[in-house]
């Protein structure tokens, strides 16, 4: 087989695998939702329930049963928010008094591993906040490994003016594995924190547990919490983005 037909399989496969990593990557807080009821809550006050899909581009609520609004001459199914519209997300609520028992069991082992994390979960996070803290250096042990790669196989010519598409590779899969690491966040997972939300230029503060943060957005789990359209506080567990929310304070 020739070079430029090795080329061109190359150029291929990286372009493939690259496309899997960036497709199968999605934000751990809201994979944390993933599967269960949830209130999606705009910046302009407009709210949409459905059953939560996360995906790497955009997330969808999948409704219940088919909606027509008082405006609307068609049917609908589901609502679809594009990463490019996450900046108009205020919140992303899970009430606990929606969850059928299944859902129920299923939350209750997510917040107790996240308040009494197992061996495995403690080293695989171990794992990403050394990668995430010398991603840098990370990434020049890789590129030592492709030029020593390049040099001293056969093989390693096929590499050789492909860097493009090899640092494509590296970049997805590091993204996928190094995540976000926080010193200060990273010691309160799993602990009683209190977030403060901007609603407007009004302040409003939730305590819960705090399960997981991005660089997108923070997840905490059982609060009691109060939108403009609730009559009163509910116990629910809220994924909010960054822009919006800050953990302010340690909890007791």
């Not at 999605?26 to 949409?48: I, N």
């Not at 056969?154 to 590091?174: C, F, R, T």
């Not at 010193?183 to 009004?202: F, H, N, Q, S, T």
Request: aromatic share 10%; glycine share 8%.
């Amino acid at each position: 087989m020739d070079t430029f037909t090795l080329t061109i399989i190359f150029i291929a496969a990286c372009t493939v695998i690259g496309a899997f990593i960036k497709g199968r990557t999605k934000d751990s807080c809201l994979k944390k939702f993933s599967g269960y009821p949830v209130v999606l809550e705009k910046k302009d006050g407009k709210r949409v329930w459905g059953k939560f899909c996360p995906e790497n581009a955009c997330m969808e609520l999948v409704y219940d049963k088919p909606y027509s609004g008082p405006t609307h001459t068609h049917l609908e199914t589901s609502f679809i928010q594009y990463k490019s519209e996450y900046g108009d997300i205020f919140s992303l609520i899970r009430y606990i008094d929606r969850l059928d028992a299944e859902q129920m069991k299923a939350r209750a082992e997510d917040l107790e591993k996240a308040i009494n994390p197992g061996w495995y979960s403690k080293v695989s996070r171990r794992t990403r906040n050394v990668i995430g803290t010398v991603r840098d250096s990370f990434t020049e042990v890789i590129n030592l490994f492709i030029g020593r790669l390049k040099t001293a196989t056969p093989a390693g010519k096929l590499l050789e003016g492909q860097d493009k598409y090899v640092a494509n590779i590296q970049e997805q899969g590091i993204s996928a594995i190094g995540m976000s690491y926080e010193p200060i966040l990273e010691k309160y997972i799993g602990k009683k924190a209190v977030l403060a939300l901007m609603r407007g230029d009004k302040k409003e503060e939730y305590s819960g547990v705090l399960e997981e943060y991005t660089p997108e957005f923070i997840c905490i789990l059982d609060t009691e919490y109060k939108s403009p359209d609730d009559k009163a506080a509910r116990r629910a567990d809220l994924v909010v983005p960054r822009g919006v929310g800050i953990v302010r304070h340690a909890g007791p």
